[in-house]
């Protein structure tokens, strides 16, 4: 089976939309989302609509908590603030009622997805984590594959039993081996890595193999629609 994993998708119906239909070229099969589906973007209920009538299941992200929790604002600086704020408004109330009830992990095909660090931490980054930090969290996870978001770079994260190592994903072909891995899948919506195509994950559970999929997709048009509804001009600029 072809799964997409996707992640991060932050309001952008162009670059969500652009890669729904690379999924079909790439003939995929299934697809989950690993959060942070709202934010950022300029579009938050029209992205939800169109992960929903895709059957994509998605687990919770800290953009979606502060959706409906006003705690978690505090642990985001203005600009992501105001974004938040903005965002709360455009949803509908059934929306939010939905987001709630999205859970902070997701079992799929005997891996384990979560937005920020296994098992189930929605906030921590992956580049938090030191050697220790990673090789201690695999005595409690009964999963030999992880994916994660968060942090919106592409990355793979190998332990042996021994030592920690950490390699970028680059578009193409990636054969995954014997030891514990994490997959930091990317950004749909943001990403932050120095290329500003969307990126995506396709996982051969067959093969027992990732294709890193990088697809372009009309960036002026999302990033006009940011600064046409107010949001903050770094939302817009994050995306070149």
């Given amino acids: 089976m072809r799964i997409a994993v996707i992640s991060d998708i932050h309001a952008n119906l162009e670059a969500?939309?652009?890669?729904?239909?690379?999924?079909?070229?790439k003939n995929v099969h299934a697809c989950v989302c690993l959060g942070d589906v709202v934010g950022y973007g300029a579009e938050p209920e029209p992205v939800l609509q169109l992960l929903w009538e895709n059957k994509i299941p998605s687990i919770l992200g800290n953009?979606?908590?502060?959706?409906?929790?006003?705690?978690?604002?505090?642990?985001?600086?203005?600009?992501?603030k105001k974004t938040a704020l903005l965002t709360r408004?455009?949803?509908?109330?059934?929306s939010v009622e939905r987001i709630k009830k999205w859970?902070?992990?997701?079992?799929?095909?005997?891996?384990?997805?979560?937005?920020?660090?296994?098992?189930?931490?929605?906030?921590?980054?992956?580049?938090?984590?030191?050697?220790?930090?990673?090789?201690?969290?695999?005595?409690?996870?009964?999963?030999?594959l992880c994916f994660v978001g968060h942090t919106h770079n592409l990355d793979l994260v190998a332990f042996d039993g021994h030592n920690v190592i950490t390699y970028p994903l680059l578009e193409g072909g990636w054969?995954?081996?014997?030891?514990?891995?994490?997959?930091?899948?990317?950004?749909?919506?943001?990403?932050?890595?120095?290329?500003?195509?969307?990126?995506?994950?396709?996982?051969?559970?067959?093969?027992?193999?990732?294709?890193?999929c990088y697809v372009p997709y009309n960036i002026q048009k999302a990033a006009d629609k940011i600064l046409k509804a107010g949001f903050p001009e770094i939302n817009a600029r994050r995306l070149y």
């Fill in 16 to 25: 969500f939309t652009a890669v729904l239909e690379n999924m079909q070229i």
């Fill in 63 to 80: 953009h979606e908590e502060a959706v409906y929790d006003d705690d978690i604002l505090h642990y985001f600086n203005p600009q992501a």
């Fill in 89 to 94: 408004k455009m949803l509908k109330p059934e």
């Fill in 103 to 144: 859970p902070v992990n997701i079992e799929f095909h005997g891996a384990l997805g979560v937005h920020g660090f296994p098992p189930d931490s929605i906030h921590k980054y992956l580049f938090e984590a030191d050697q220790g930090a990673i090789s201690r969290m695999w005595d409690s996870v009964p999963y030999k």
């Fill in 175 to 212: 054969l995954l081996d014997n030891r514990k891995t994490i997959v930091n899948v990317g950004s749909v919506g943001q990403p932050r890595d120095g290329d500003n195509n969307a990126k995506y994950v396709i996982w051969d559970t067959k093969m027992n193999a990732l294709t890193i």
